[in-house]
């Protein structure tokens, strides 16, 4: 289903500022892979998209690529504005299995080094999250990896942008994204449904852009939050 909507002005339902934030020592990259080698007892908070009518899912994977600085980031693209699908929307890189992946995590490498130019040598995986079933009828698979940066990356990292998928390529501080004060419910009515997403909205202090993180992406933090908290 195509949304005509800004989701900027959907409703605005709260903020869960209750919930506490993921201890920043948990960033680093002996904790990130002990957690995966050890995952905890948890449960996503979304797992299938409300609108989702797909007769014919279509697997998918993306990359969920931290960024091991100093201070971490997630590194994350907005699309293009003339895509069919999730046009001009903040994404992980990735896209749909082809028959010559393996598996998913090579379909998400694969996307990734195709969209962003990131040689697949240079992610560590650490594992994957439950999948995710976005409206759109894709069955996505989140695929965590981390990427050191090299010399001369000291600023961001030395990609190259696929530009008939990918208008802008950027990095969000995890410590942010793994902040649940940060994260907006929001709610809007589509043909007589009520559709409830998360946002996690951020500016960089750089440019003062604000990236207007939501849906699917947004969905995927979230438990990535989840997995990380428990």
């Known amino acids: 289903m195509a949304f005509t909507i800004d989701p900027r002005v959907a409703e605005l339902l709260g903020h869960d500022a209750h919930l506490p934030a993921v201890d920043p020592q948990r960033f680093t ?7 995966f080698q050890q995952p905890p007892i948890w449960h ?29 980031s997630v590194l994350l693209t907005q699309r293009t ?14 896209g749909r299995s082809e028959p010559t992946d393996p598996d998913a995590v090579s379909t998400a490498l694969r996307e990734a080094q195709e969209e962003v130019g990131l040689d697949p040598a240079r992610v560590d995986v650490l594992g994957t999250l439950p999948t995710y079933t976005t409206g759109t009828g894709f069955v996505v698979t989140p695929v965590v ?6 010399s001369g990356e000291t600023d961001r990292l030395i990609l190259q942008a696929d530009p008939s998928e990918v208008d802008e390529i950027f990095e969000v501080p995890l410590r942010f994204l793994m902040d649940p004060r940060y994260h907006e419910r929001r709610a809007f009515d589509v043909a ?22 939501w849906g699917a992406t947004a969905a995927m933090l979230r438990n990535l939050y989840r997995f990380l908290s428990a």
């Open 44 to 72: 996503p908070d979304v797992e299938v998209e409300k609108w989702y009518r797909s007769p014919n899912p279509v697997a998918a994977s993306v990359l969920v690529p931290l960024v091991m600085r100093d201070e971490p």
């Open 192 to 213: 007589g449904s009520r559709l409830e997403f998360f946002s996690m909205p951020w500016t960089s202090h750089v440019t003062d852009k604000e990236y207007f993180i």
């Open 29 to 35: 990259r002996a904790a990130l892979a002990q957690r």
């Open 145 to 150: 990896g981390l990427i050191a940066p090299q």
């Open 81 to 94: 504005p003339h895509l069919k699908k999730h046009a001009g929307q903040i994404s992980f890189p990735g």
